[in-house]
């Protein structure tokens, strides 16, 4: 459990560095903006990390260990950088411009109650290279839009979800 212990320890140091930079360039500091929410995040992940060398210390390292990997790889599986993401987004690329798809629904009810796409969502070529390289470089607008069209709840064309476990 000791080098248990250390591990979370540091896992917590790099994950709450206030200068740590994100995938999407800025640093954690400027994703937060001020130190009450730099610290409220920190709080979290403290929480968190007790929890997970809490069940360490209840039902063995190997277990923590594999049930962390599991949640990850399956509770996760709608974000950005999960395996499954590329799928999702040739997916959704697809069924925008298909309003018949079964993704719309009946009669495509779905699709007929968005608002117009947004211009960075009529350009599919620089939509999709976006979505599967830095999806934070949406402007607000597409980025409401594309989470309204339920890219999260996008199925493959036999119907099966796609989210790596079903």
């Known amino acids: 459990m000791d080098d248990v ?5 540091r896992i917590f140091r790099w994950s709450t560095n206030p200068e740590r930079k994100l995938p999407t360039g800025m640093t954690l500091s400027e994703l937060a903006r001020s130190k009450e929410d730099l610290e409220e995040y920190e709080d979290h992940a403290d929480r968190r990390l007790g929890r997970f060398t809490g069940q360490m210390e209840e039902k063995g390292v190997r277990f923590g260990l594999l049930y962390t990997a599991c949640h990850g790889a399956l509770a996760c599986s709608r974000w950005w950088a999960h395996p499954t993401w590329p799928d999702r987004v040739e997916r959704f690329i697809t069924v925008l411009d298909s309003p018949t798809d079964p993704h719309w629904g009946p009669d495509g009810d779905r ?3 968005l608002e117009a796409e947004p211009a960075a969502v009529r350009e599919r070529g620089t939509l999709r290279a976006v979505l ?3 999806p934070w470089k949406l402007g ?3 980025a409401e839009w594309i989470t ?3 890219i999260g709840y996008m199925a493959s064309t036999e119907g099966a979800p796609l989210h790596g476990n079903g």
């Open 140 to 142: 607000r607008d597409a």
């Open 148 to 150: 309204d069209a339920g």
């Open 5 to 9: 212990d250390l591990l979370a320890h």
């Open 132 to 134: 599967l390289r830095s």
């Open 111 to 113: 699709r007929k109650q």
